[in-house]
Nanobody, 117 residues
Framework: QVQVVESGGGLVQAGGSLRLSCAASGNIFSISIMGWYRQAPGKQRELVATIGSMSRTNYADSVKGRFTISRDNAKNTVYLQMNDLKPEDTAVYYC???????????WGQGTQVTVSS
């Protein structure tokens, strides 16, 4: 059974940086599509960034140039480096792992990111 655990959230001032980490269990990490999503109060969950098994990345327009997603297959971990944070980045950030051609689609418990102005 695949499980993912996020860490690295917290409170930061606008313009600051945070790095989120997501550790996944199981031996499917290297073939998985890993993603970060976020949900602000009163809003729907939205895509932040994804990274494929060949490290191809995709970003929401709102975070392009500020956030970087990366993966370390040896550590079964995906990272989200967040720079130049803005108050509108405040949300619960969720890690997701999907394995193509399977039903594996697992979410973490979420980690709170709060950016003060």
């Amino acid at each position: 059974q695949v499980q993912v655990v996020e860490s690295g959230g917290g409170l930061v001032q606008a313009g600051g940086s945070l790095r989120l980490s997501c550790a996944a269990s199981g031996n499917i990490f290297s073939i998985s599509i890993m993603g970060w999503y976020r949900q602000a109060p009163g809003k729907q969950r939205e895509l932040v960034a994804t990274i494929g098994s060949m490290s191809r990345t995709n970003y929401a327009d709102s975070v392009k140039g500020r956030f970087t997603i990366s993966r370390d297959n040896a550590k079964n971990t995906v990272y989200l480096q967040m720079n130049d944070l803005k108050p509108e980045d405040t949300a619960v950030y969720y890690c997701n792992v999907k394995v193509p051609l399977t039903r594996i689609d697992v979410w973490g418990q979420g980690t709170q990111v709060t950016v003060s102005s």
